[in-house]
Nanobody, 115 residues
Framework: QVQLVESGGGLVQPGGSLRLSCAAS????????MGWYRQAPGKQRELVAR???????TYADSVEGRFTLSRDNAKNTMYLQMNSLKPEDTAVYYC?????????WGQGTQVTVSS
């Protein structure tokens, strides 16, 4: 079955850290391009970070230097380490798996950065 499950969201103070996880089915994790997107209230969904086809992490300008993308192939899990969080990082964060034929989305996990 196709499955993408995010976890790790929550409430954190500005300057704090969170680590998001995306657990995927083995078939998707091994064959699809994996990445993270987010959508803040009243805004369009935007790319946060993704792996290239060659496996190199890439980042949006707004998070580069603060967020780190990684993966654990044994656990079929992708991670997003988020440091130095800002209020503008508040959004629902979604895991996405892309192929030429289609894309799969997780259900999203809420990240709220507020004092």
């Amino acid at each position: 079955q196709v499955q993408l499950v995010e976890s790790g969201g929550g409430l954190v103070q500005p300057g704090g850290s969170l680590r998001l996880s995306c657990a995927a089915s083995r078939s998707i994790f091994s064959s699809y391009v994996m990445g993270w997107y987010r959508q803040a209230p009243g805004k369009q969904r935007e790319l946060v970070a993704r792996f290239t086809i060659g496996g190199t992490p890439t980042y949006a300008d707004s998070v580069e230097g603060r967020f780190t993308l990684s993966r654990d192939n044994a656990k079929n899990t992708m991670y997003l380490q988020m440091n130095s969080l800002k209020p503008e990082d508040t959004a629902v964060y979604y895991c996405k798996a892309d192929s030429i034929t289609r894309a799969y989305w997780g259900q999203g996990t809420q990240v709220t950065v507020s004092s």
